[in-house]
């Protein structure tokens, strides 16, 4: 299986702040990498999917980019509701895989 | 669209088998590939299985090989998702998933979510 790998675990940010957030895969998925955010007692909520498509309805504050094996996700400036947890997922496969997740907690 | 709605919770003992349920509504769900995707009590996610929507292949995640078989009802729109040779560690909120194909061939992961079950291993 493909191995994702997030950092940092742990963000610690204020509102208005520029946040990256970066996984790895351990091969190359091409740009077949989504980005989730996910609140306590919820389902993840699709952000981003194909690197950098943005889902319908999803605030034009979140941007993705990369492909093959390095990516990123950025929240150009953090909004109260913006502190979750955010994971990415490869779907290059027919075994998918998700990172650890990047808690983004307030300063 | 597509709503995923997910049988209740289960509570088991180790060595036990469970089976959940994700009932699909919504004309386009005969297109989706379901899932099964678990979350351990404050843990992250864990992709565990997929099939076809015609329901004949299924692929499951190596960690999982031998103790899951998902399974495709059509004729209900419902999948299932069956843990074997359960242990503590499966305690956890199971949920269901769909992804289908776009117009252009592309893949769209998970906009929908089913609400989640939560499933608890305890002697």
């Known amino acids: 299986d493909i191995q994702m790998t997030q950092s940092p675990s742990t963000l610690s940010a204020s509102v208005g702040d520029r946040v990256t957030i970066t996984c790895r895969a351990s091969?190359?998925?091409?740009?077949?990498l989504a980005w989730y955010q996910q609140k306590p007692g919820k389902a993840p909520k699709l952000l981003i999917y194909k690197a950098s498509s943005l889902e319908s309805g999803v605030p034009s504050r979140f941007s993705g980019s990369g492909s093959g094996t390095e990516f990123t996700l950025t929240i150009s400036s953090l909004q109260p509701d913006d502190f979750a947890t955010y994971y990415c997922q490869q779907y290059n496969s027919y075994s998918w895989t998700f990172g650890q997740g990047t808690n983004v907690e307030i300063k | 669209q597509v709503q995923l709605v997910q049988s209740g919770a289960e509570v088991k003992k180790p060595g036990a088998s469970v089976k959940v349920s994700c009932k699909a509504s919504?004309?386009?769900?005969?297109?989706?590939?379901m899932h099964w995707v678990r979350q351990a009590p404050g843990q992250g996610l864990e992709w565990m299985a997929i099939i076809n929507p015609s329901g004949d292949r299924a692929n499951y995640a190596q960690k999982f090989q031998g103790r899951v078989t998902m399974t495709r009802d059509t004729s209900t729109s419902t999948v299932h998702m069956e843990l074997n040779s359960l242990r503590s560690e499966d305690t956890a909120v199971y949920y269901c998933?769909?992804?289908?194909?776009?117009?252009?061939?592309?893949?769209?992961?998970?906009?929908?979510w089913g609400q989640g079950t939560l499933v608890t291993v305890s002697s």
């Open positions: 998933a769909s992804h289908y194909y776009d117009s252009t061939g592309y893949p769209i992961p998970f906009q929908h």
């Open positions: 919504g004309n386009t769900f005969t297109r989706h590939f």
């Open positions: 091969q190359s998925i091409s740009r077949w």
